[in-house]
Every structure is written in structure tokens, then in C-alpha cells.
């Protein structure tokens, strides 16, 4: 089964995570994803396609940021998840 949605993004781990949040805010059932669901994250300019596990999405998520600008936006997609 697949699932689509877009969204617009500055990194891979964000479009992933804003993906995710999107489908929860949509009322998707997010109880059916776990840390080996596969996402495959599709940009369309340059066009190119990636895959990663929402296991490693989440690592990032959890992680420290490289720089404060990385730490703010993780602290904001943190909160978009948890709230929807």
C-alpha cells in the first residue's frame, strides 16, 4: 500500500518528518508506522528519488543539531509531530 503527500522542504530528514505529520494531521493512522516503515521521499527539482526508514528519521529527529539553525528546526519538527 502507498501513501502520498507533498510537502515543501530544505532537507531529505524534513521532508520526511513533515510527510509524517502530514499524514497524522490527515488522520492516517500513525500506529501502523513503525521504525522499519519505509518512506521514500521524492524532490522534484532536481528530480531525485531516496528511501530511509522511519527508524533513521527518527534518530535524526533525536539527535543534537550541527548548528543552531539544524537544532531550531529540529526543535520545530519535534513539536509539529507530537502535536499534529
Known sequence: MTHTVRVAASSLYEAAVLGLAEFKKSGFALTFVGPGT???????????????????????????????????????????????
Open 38 to 84: 519505509r518512506l521514500r521521499i521524492a524532490a522534484e527539482v532536481p528530480a531525485t528519488e531516496h528511501e530511509l526508514s522511519v527508524g533513521r528519521v527518527q534518530a535524526w529527529l533525536n539527535s543534537s543539531g550541527k548548528s543552531p539553525r539544524e537544532q531550531a528546526v529540529k526543535v520545530r519538527l519535534r513539536q509539529l509531530l507530537a502535536h499534529g
